[in-house]
């Protein structure tokens, strides 16, 4: 390993000495002392993602329960419950040394409780990732930040995965200390009795969500229920037997942009409600964990339709708190807790009056001036408990959006930490097709998972415990190369939003120039036109391209060459349409065969961690593209 001299763990733990010297363990058999076997699930081998155990030469290990009278040839972990330690159920204090005896154990851990003692055990685990048979000695006394630290994975545009790509994730993610998941759910589960909304879209079924809250639970996991119950609807209410339920088919203002057609639910419609006790009544008994998400934001439609006159004679607020009561005294019925996400209240705070104050609300904002602190006063003036919830800022992107990832994280961190939020969940969504690949993900989901760990070490994350925990990378490369890829367009990303009342130019938010640009009409130029702008962009993917990681994964591999192609390719048709000549018909050639070894790819890489369900949809996506080339 090429930086042995000091551990690098994800998360980063809150203390950590090296006490000088190390531990040959040999190959003799790990044995684990003072727990039931059950704490050990999911905790044995190599990186459960990418590396099967034993690729290492004989560095691959297993954790196993100590046996009656088991000391013999084996190496010790003695682990033992101390009730005064102040850590919290959650922490621990490790311990590395050389034994006095062959009955002394070589590591030692403390915690209060089994989940403390299972963390323990995952720090340890990394370490016989990275170090192999020498251990350094070493005292870590550790605990979390947040008590919970979520992770919220968008199922719904358009990718579902599979079932063993699910048990994939969650064992990585409870690697890093991750203790909750959801699946973000508008119209992919399999509900019975609404088999049109669902039956192309490959939903999750019943059974399978009950194995992976199973699953989740072996590694003190919660799996929440996640359903959107009001807003972002639209896949329902596109059917004929679920239309008459939108609030509108009309025109409508989403955030300063006019859209069309069905979004949200009716609130004052009683059929509303049914739908959703229906959903939530077959929903919730196959979860344990007793939390559900219900969503209900971006309702912006509402009161533009059919609520218009309730929205007029009581305000908007009350229109909405009501349908959201409602919605949570169902979840109340079956012992769930509702959250929910705070967008609408937090720019309507008199709605919190008529809210239950048990609900949790979930601050949402992906861009680095995102306001956790003036949320967090807000929701803790009023009462309520609050997580704050940034993002990987790896959808609509290509290559993801470092800089405004970590400054986004950050903020979330620090200011939730200081303003009492409960708990810190990052989201990762699927807008558009979902054509983001899965390392630009898993790199942002682990820098998240190391500040929820440890808020102090926010905007400070050591990009190669990415590379080797996520990606199995011993050289630590592709963490800082990940890096690199998603601040490309930097520069663009800077000047390419809107400009500002004064005509000065602003930060693009949400997405980058790159993605942008490639689904932008030939004829209607993005704000950012300088050429030569472009043309860097070009060259630092052709430089990355040239210091492509090595030693890594086949199918991550593919990925990452996937990631660089298309955004090659979108930097290449921005260059092109802004030459004076314009799209030639031999450029548009070229283009166009480009685009369609892009497509070929996107679904071959798709089909090899997710569901047939979505993919033409996502596909559908690129096809506009190829068609604005030839217009």
């Known amino acids: 390993m090429h930086f042995r001299e000091e551990p690098v763990l994800l998360p980063a733990p809150r203390h950590l000495d090296l006490t000088g010297g190390s531990v040959d363990i040999g190959v003799k058999p790990i044995v684990v002392s003072g727990v039931e076997s059950g704490v050990l699930e999911g905790l044995s ?13 004989g560095e691959s290990f297993e954790l196993s329960p100590r046996n009656r009278g088991e000391i013999g040839d084996t190496v010790q972990i003695g682990c033992h419950f101390r009730k005064n330690i102040s850590f919290g159920n959650e922490g621990y204090r490790l311990v590395i040394s050389p034994p006095e005896s062959n009955s002394e154990p070589v590591v030692s851990i403390e915690a209060a409780a089994e989940d403390g003692i299972r963390h323990g055990l995952r720090t340890v685990s990394q370490l016989l990732l990275q170090y192999g048979r020498e251990l350094p000695c070493m005292i870590i006394e550790d605990s979390p930040s947040f008590p919970v630290r979520g992770v919220m994975l968008d199922i719904s545009r358009d990718r579902v995965p599979t079932m063993p790509e699910l048990f994939k994730t969650v064992d990585l993610l409870s690697a890093w200390k991750i203790n909750h998941i959801q699946l973000y759910t508008e119209h992919t589960f399999a509900y019975k009795g609404h088999e049109p909304v669902w039956e192309n879209c490959s939903p999750v079924t019943p059974d399978e969500v009950r194995r992976l809250d199973q699953f989740c639970r072996n590694r003190g996991v919660t799996l929440a229920a996640n359903q959107n119950c009001f807003g972002h609807m639209h896949r329902w209410l596109m059917h004929d037997p679920y239309a008459h339920l939108a609030e509108t088919h009309g025109r409508w203002n989403f955030n300063g942009n006019q859209r069309s057609g069905p979004f949200s639910l009716c609130p004052v419609d009683p059929g509303s409600i049914s739908l959703v006790r229906d959903l939530l009544d077959q929903l919730l008994p196959c979860f344990t964990g007793g939390l559900v998400n219900i969503g209900c934001d971006e309702t912006h439609d509402v009161g533009k339709g059919r609520s218009r006159a309730a929205v007029e004679k009581s305000g908007y607020s009350r229109v909405y708190a009501d349908f959201v009561r409602r919605v949570s005294d169902i979840a109340e019925k079956h012992g769930f807790r509702s959250m929910f996400w705070a967008d609408i209240v937090l720019n309507h705070p008199e709605a919190l009056d008529y809210l239950p104050g048990d609900m949790i609300a979930l601050c949402w904002g992906y861009e680095p001036d995102t306001p956790f602190d003036k949320w967090c006063r807000v929701l803790s003036f009023a009462g309520f408990r609050f997580w704050v919830c940034p993002g990987t800022s790896s959808w609509r ?52 998972a190391n500040c929820a760990w440890n808020a102090e070490t926010a905007g400070l994350f050591d990009a190669r415990a990415s590379s080797l925990f996520a990606f199995d990378d011993e050289t630590g490369q592709v963490g800082r190369w990940l890096d690199e890829l998603g601040d490309v367009d930097l520069e663009l990303r800077r000047i390419g939003g809107k400009p500002d009342v004064d005509g000065n130019p602003t930060p693009l938010r949400n997405a980058s120039c790159l993605f942008n640009d490639l689904h932008t009409p030939l004829d209607q130029p993005w704000n950012v036109t300088d050429i030569t702008a472009w043309e860097r962009v070009r060259e630092k993917l052709s430089d990355l391209e040239a210091r492509f990681p090595t030693g890594i994964d086949v199918q991550i591999y593919d990925e990452l060459h996937h990631a660089v192609d298309v955004a090659k390719f979108a930097a290449d048709r921005a260059v092109a349409r802004r030459t004076g000549s314009g799209l030639t018909g031999k450029v548009q050639k070229n283009l166009a065969g480009q685009l369609g070894c ?10 090899m961690r997710s569901r047939t369900g979505g993919l033409e949809e996502s596909c559908r996506y690129y096809m506009e593209v190829l068609g604005l080339i030839h217009k």
């Open 45 to 57: 081998g190599a990186p459960p993602f990418y590396s099967p155990p034993g690729n290492r030469g």
């Open 397 to 448: 992107s290509i290559t993801g959006r470092t800089s405004e990832r970590r400054d986004n994280i950050r903020a979330a961190a620090e200011q939730g930490l200081a303003g009492g939020a409960e708990g810190f969940m990052i989201t990762d969504w699927g807008d558009m097709g979902h054509r983001q690949q899965l390392p630009i993900s898993l790199h942002g989901l682990a820098e998240a």
């Open 598 to 607: 892009i497509i070929e790819e996107h679904r071959r890489l798709w089909l």
